[in-house]
Nanobody, 128 residues
Framework: VQLQASGGGLVQAGGSLRLSCVVS????????MGWFRQAPGKEREFVAA????????YYVDSVKGRFTISRDNAKDTVYLQMDSLKPEDTAVYYC??????????????????????WGRGTLVTVSS
């Protein structure tokens, strides 16, 4: 299974970006998906997750109301729409596929160790 994230770039505070993550090698429907981010000098942190059928989502508090995770299983693609961006959103963003053996719940989705596959990441830089 391979994950390819794209869509990062440089944007001014208050602007928007949409990240995409294309999954290949296995049907996307098999996996709950998550987005994580890692800022320089910091640990990788959970941002958002979406269940296999898209019916459930979770977000870290700092992005609630600004970011939206979605998926199109027909296109094997997961999205992260990021609006009202802030300088503190600057980070490398990674998409990941959760292990199918795990439940989709608020605790499981937040742990990096519960994800089997990771993309390379795409850099988002928000200028003030």
């Amino acid at each position: 299974v391979q994950l390819q994230a794209s869509g990062g770039g440089l944007v001014q505070a208050g602007g928007s970006l949409r990240l995409s993550c294309v999954v290949s090698g296995r049907t996307l429907f098999t996996y709950a998906m998550g987005w994580f981010r890692q800022a320089p000098g910091k640990e990788r942190e959970f941002v958002a997750a979406i269940s296999e059928n898209g019916g459930s989502t979770y977000y870290v508090d700092s992005v609630k109301g600004r970011f939206t995770i979605s998926r199109d299983n027909a296109k094997d693609t997961v999205y992260l729409q990021m609006d009202s961006l802030k300088p503190e959103d600057t980070a490398v963003y990674y998409c990941a596929a959760e292990s199918p053996s795990l439940p989709f719940d608020v605790t499981a989705v937040r742990s990096t160790t519960n994800y089997d596959y990771w993309g390379r990441g795409t850099l988002v830089t928000v200028s003030s």
